[in-house]
């Protein structure tokens, strides 16, 4: 006949057992998170080069910081498109910007700049010749190709001819 003792003995071991298992299994969903967070970092590569990625920040998870390695667009077409509307898993730089300020791009304000050189272009061209944004931005980007220039050329390129 088992004891007491033997009775807790075997109450507790199964219930370390149990404890183990979650502790197994939490692992488990850890290392999965961390696998899809790792493949939406690979995707804002994509989306965002030559400048920043933007990251929930470390120390503050509603906060928005920028790393170096990214903002992987190409194309004026691209940046216009994030910098307005964002992507389904990136919010666009001007929420960003409404909602944070400038200490979202405090780690790279050199890729935000260049950037920020070629959207107020598409503004001042789709005023000067009276077109829509849209078509300002086919415009600049078919200048873009036509040089084949990358957008921190183009940057350049605008800052050249904008100083007085």
Known sequence: M?????????????????LNSAVAHSQQETRQLSSRISVMETGFNYIFHGGSLVTAAAANSSQYQIRSS??????????????YTGSASFPSIVSL???????????????????????????RLASARNISERDAVLLLDAERRQKNWTLNMLSNELRKRNQP
């Open 2 to 18: 088992p004891s007491k003792i033997d009775a807790v003995h075997q109450v507790v071991t199964q219930g370390i057992e149990r």
């Open 70 to 83: 990214s903002l992987y667009v190409s194309t004026v077409v691209e940046l216009y498109r994030v910098w």
């Open 97 to 123: 910007d409404e909602r944070y300020g400038a200490a979202w791009r405090s780690g790279d304000r050199q890729c935000y700049s260049v950037r920020l050189q070629i959207i107020r272009e598409v503004d």
